[in-house]
């Protein structure tokens, strides 16, 4: 079952300007990890963050992780054209017998040029 | 980080028909996954691939209609069988454990 929930679930924004997505999610976590999906083609993973770590930065992303509410958030600054993709969290459950992913639903961003 | 080779990249079949997916890993990987993504959804698990025994199935999925297989390290194949419009979807196949995960460019599925 889907874990994660990202909100907004679509995003336009201008080019240069920062855009932030959010996700929740229900049950305790080792990590949580952000991807980008092009057009429907194969993810690409952006970054993970650790249950023990609050903030984490890659470059224009920055990440931020509150385990107390069950939340992430994923900053990207200065956005460009390039950045238009589907963005999801995935959460890694802690204390299941598989290493495996749960997925968030997604958020559609658009940047504009 | 590994390099995922998924083909085909996309087709159109017809009701009632079977397809194979093949994924090629460019390295030896312990873990390997099957997900599907319905249009306009996210990502959910069918299997993990186990090389050398069975396929670990989902919740929803069963081995019958999603038979897997792992004959090595760096190769598995999904077949969607007696396909519907249902089955309509992107299949992806990924690897990693414990950290990232790296995914094939998808299948794109269409079942007329």
């Known amino acids: 079952s889907q874990q994660g929930e990202e909100d907004p679930q679509a995003l336009s924004i201008q080019e240069g300007e920062n855009a932030t997505m959010n996700c929740s999610y229900k049950?305790?976590?080792?990590?949580l990890q952000w991807y980008r999906q092009n057009s429907g083609r194969g993810l690409v993973h952006l970054i993970l963050?650790?249950?023990?770590?609050r903030e984490k930065h890659s470059g224009r992303l920055r990440v931020t992780l509150d385990t107390s509410k069950k939340s992430s958030s994923l900053l990207i600054t200065a956005s460009r054209a390039a950045d238009t993709a589907s963005y999801f969290c995935?959460?890694?459950?802690?204390?299941?017998?598989?290493?495996?992913?749960?997925f968030g639903k997604g958020t559609l961003l658009t940047v504009n040029p | 980080s590994a390099v995922i080779s998924q083909k085909p990249s996309r087709d159109i079949c017809q009701r009632g028909t079977s397809l194979t997916i093949q994924c090629q890993v460019d390295?030896?990987?312990?873990?390997m996954f099957w997900y599907r993504q319905q249009p306009g959804q996210s990502l959910t698990l069918i299997a993990t691939?186990?090389?050398?025994?069975?396929?670990?199935?989902e919740s929803g999925f069963v081995i019958d209609k999603f038979p897997i297989s792992r004959p090595n390290l760096t190769f598995s194949t999904l077949t969607v069988s007696n396909m519907s419009p249902e089955d309509s979807s992107i299949y992806l196949c990924?690897?990693?454990?414990?950290?990232?995960?790296?995914f094939g460019e998808g299948s794109r599925l269409t079942v007329l």
């Open positions: 049950t305790s976590i080792n990590n």
């Open positions: 990924s690897s990693g454990g414990a950290g990232e995960l790296f």
């Open positions: 995935a959460t890694d459950v802690r204390g299941g017998s598989n290493y495996k992913l749960s």
């Open positions: 963050i650790r249950s023990n770590e």
């Open positions: 390295s030896q990987v312990t873990m």
């Open positions: 691939a186990n090389q050398g025994s069975e396929a670990t199935y």
